[in-house]
């Protein structure tokens, strides 16, 4: 099986304005959204929009520099043993690993590589046991 595409992701300095933004073009979040750091919709087709906090992309990856612009695509994997697969396929490639295949305290196994241009692109599946 393929990886499917599954979710466009964006980085806000003010969650509360984005949020504000984006439900008046429709889109519906939880009446509390604007107190978390990570917040998703999902649209026609199951694609999901996420939304993260500069804060909370930092407490991930130290080196995120908030007011940069930042996106990605993430790709639904099968299992965690796909995301390693893929993963080491890119790399083999010769697209450079952002971040090595690890179980997520979120419940997913992830890894994240660079495309040609340069944009991050994840790699993840739902994890069982993340153990």
Same mark, same amino acid.
């Given at each position: 099986m393929a990886p499917t595409f599954n979710a466009i992701g964006l980085a806000v300095a003010d969650l509360t304005a984005s949020l504000s933004f984006y439900r008046r073009l429709g889109l519906e979040f939880p009446a509390d959204a604007e107190r978390e750091t990570h917040v998703e919709a999902t649209v026609a087709g199951g694609i999901r929009l996420m939304w993260d906090t500069d804060a909370s992309l930092q407490s991930l990856d130290p080196d995120y520099q908030?007011?940069?612009?930042?996106?990605?695509?993430?790709?639904?994997?099968? *299992?965690?043993?796909?995301? *390693?697969?893929? #993963?080491? *396929?890119?790399?083999?490639?010769? #697209?450079?690993?952002?971040?090595?295949?690890?179980?997520?305290?979120?419940?997913?196994r992830y890894a994240q590589v660079r495309d040609p241009d340069g944009y991050v692109v994840d790699l993840f599946a739902w994890n069982p046991s993340p153990e």
């Open positions: 908030p007011g940069r612009s930042f996106g990605g695509w993430a790709f639904l994997c099968a *299992d965690a043993a796909e995301v *390693d697969r893929v #993963h080491a *396929d890119l790399l083999a490639a010769g #697209h450079p690993s952002v971040k090595a295949p690890w179980n997520a305290p979120w419940g997913q």
